[in-house]
């Protein structure tokens, strides 16, 4: 494995490398969980350990500022759309259905090319993450639409799309 002149994104300051694949690394492994810092980030949110349990930053700020544990049918919705910004202020409580109607409408179907350069993106090493960034949509919808069997993707093949 050769080495790569990035340091690791955790913070530690190592040199990252590449998997038996070629693929470049963003973390050493196991270096994306350490518990240092802030937490870690998956799928879009922030994460902290809370006596070994996995728990949403957002939702933590919540529970300590209402002074009680949330219930299974309240959202904690992000006012100005950023995930990161666990803000007391930034962060709202909603009901299931208060959140479905707020988001309801801003879905954009997925154009062909799209679709094709999703799929690109991902064969050529990307993380899902890393492919919805680029592509300016949500983690939760490239990972659906990555998640569709092959046959349900545009039926040219990815050389003619790109």
């Given at each position: 494995?050769?080495?790569?002149?990035?340091?690791?994104?955790?913070?530690c300051?190592?040199?990252t490398?590449?998997?038996?694949?070629?693929?470049?690394?963003?973390?050493?492994?196991?270096?994306?969980?350490?518990?240092?810092?802030?937490?870690?980030?998956?799928?879009?949110?922030?994460?902290?350990?809370?006596?070994?349990?996995?728990?949403?930053?957002?939702?933590?700020?919540?529970?300590?500022?209402?002074?009680?544990?949330?219930r299974?049918d309240?959202?904690?919705?992000?006012?100005d759309?950023?995930?990161?910004n666990?803000?007391?202020?930034?962060?709202?409580?909603?009901?299931?259905?208060?959140?479905m109607?707020?988001?309801?409408?801003k879905?954009?179907?997925?154009?062909?090319?799209?679709?094709?350069?999703?799929?690109?993106?991902?064969?050529?090493?990307?993380?899902?993450?890393?492919?919805?960034?680029?592509?300016?949509?949500?983690?939760?919808?490239?990972?659906?639409?990555?998640?569709?069997?092959?046959?349900?993707?545009?039926?040219?093949?990815?050389?003619?799309?790109?």
């Open positions: 494995m050769s080495t790569l002149n990035n340091a690791c994104a955790c913070g300051g190592k040199q490398n590449r998997s038996p694949a070629g693929h470049a690394r963003r973390f050493i492994r196991g270096h994306n969980r350490r518990g240092k810092g802030r937490g870690w980030i998956d799928q879009g949110y922030r994460y902290v350990s809370v006596n070994g349990r996995k728990v949403a930053e957002h939702r933590l700020v919540v529970i300590q500022r209402e002074g009680r544990r949330l299974s309240e959202i904690v919705h992000h006012v759309g950023d995930p990161f666990n803000s007391p202020e930034n962060l709202v409580i909603l009901s299931r259905a208060e959140h109607r707020l988001h309801a409408g879905s954009v179907r997925w154009s062909d090319e799209e679709k094709a350069r999703a799929w690109a993106l991902r064969m050529s090493g990307m993380t899902i993450q890393e492919v919805a960034r680029a592509l300016a949509r949500s983690y939760f919808g490239t990972y659906r639409q990555l998640s569709k069997p092959w046959r349900q993707q545009p039926a040219n093949t990815l050389e003619d799309r790109l």
